[in-house]
């Protein structure tokens, strides 16, 4: 029941990743990862939280902390796309870009992780 609960939660957020680069390739284009950047810090933030309200609870027997954590926003970010794109831009020479993007990557999702864990604590009080 786990392993179904997981995957299901896994097909979710890999739909919501994909309407996600839809919506950022429409609004800002192709030429700069924006999909990626916003997926990774705004799953790092959802983790955070979520991490806090639903530590303790259960779906069916299951931990929501599985389901949403490894599930839906293991589904939804994605360090496998930021470390290709990052590469990509090293082979085109584009160095500055690749350390401004992944120390971008890097600094957000932290911050905005530990924001979400700070608001998850303070509405579990």
Request: net charge positive; hydrophobic share 55%; aromatic share 10%.
């Amino acid at each position: 029941m786990t392993v179904l609960f997981v995957a299901l939660g896994g097909a979710l957020g890999t739909v919501l990743r994909y309407l996600a680069n839809v919506v950022c390739a429409e609004r800002f284009g192709t030429g700069f990862p924006y999909a990626t950047l916003a997926v990774n810090t705004i799953g790092s933030c959802a983790l955070g939280l979520f991490s806090q309200i639903i530590a303790e609870k259960s779906l069916a027997g299951v931990p929501l902390a599985l389901v949403v954590g490894t599930g839906v926003l293991g589904g939804f970010t994605t360090y496998s796309s930021f470390n290709l794109e990052t590469l990509r831009m090293l082979q085109q020479g584009e160095v500055a870009r690749a350390v401004f993007y992944a120390s971008l990557t890097f600094v957000t999702c932290l911050a905005l992780g530990a924001l979400g864990i700070v608001i998850g604590a303070r509405m579990m009080r």
